[in-house]
């Protein structure tokens, strides 16, 4: 077995939480950020139930919400969108976007797996724990 490649990589994720009140801890699952280092991958899907975050506190700003949730999948694809990360690579995208912020939506802690297709992974696991 020892040096025989199954088709898998690691990769890791983390969760994207809304928290429309700091103070209250109440908070709703938004997204999710996946990194294959083996892959040279870094993706965010995100998926906002508004119902859900306005039931937590009717005078959440939404707009903001999506805004940032927007902002978080921008800076995965790099590029314009990414601003000062855009030159990063991947893995300092994916630490960067994990690291503990005080602000409405943060990230969870990192889980690990194993995948072939770091994609049908984010999809998964949106599915799952998000939607």
């Known amino acids: 077995m020892s040096g025989m490649y199954n088709g898998r990589d690691v990769f890791e994720y983390a969760l994207l939480k809304v928290v429309p009140r700091v ?4 908070m709703i699952n938004a997204g999710v950020v996946v990194y ?4 040279r991958f870094v993706e965010a899907r995100t ?3 508004e119902a859900r975050l306005l039931a937590l506190d009717p005078t959440v700003d939404v707009a903001g919400v999506r ?3 927007c902002a978080v999948e921008g800076i995965c694809e790099g590029g314009a969108r990414a601003g000062q990360a855009a030159g ?5 995208r994916f630490r960067w976007l994990i690291a503990p912020r005080s602000t409405i939506v943060q990230p969870g802690p990192v889980h690990t ?3 072939a297709d770091p994609t049908a992974e984010a999809e998964r696991l949106l599915e799952l724990l998000v939607r």
């Open 36 to 39: 294959c280092r083996a892959q």
């Open 88 to 92: 990063e690579d991947p893995g300092q």
């Open 67 to 69: 805004a940032a949730l």
């Open 113 to 115: 797996g194993l995948t």
């Open 47 to 49: 998926h906002l139930d």
């Open 23 to 26: 103070e209250r801890g109440e």
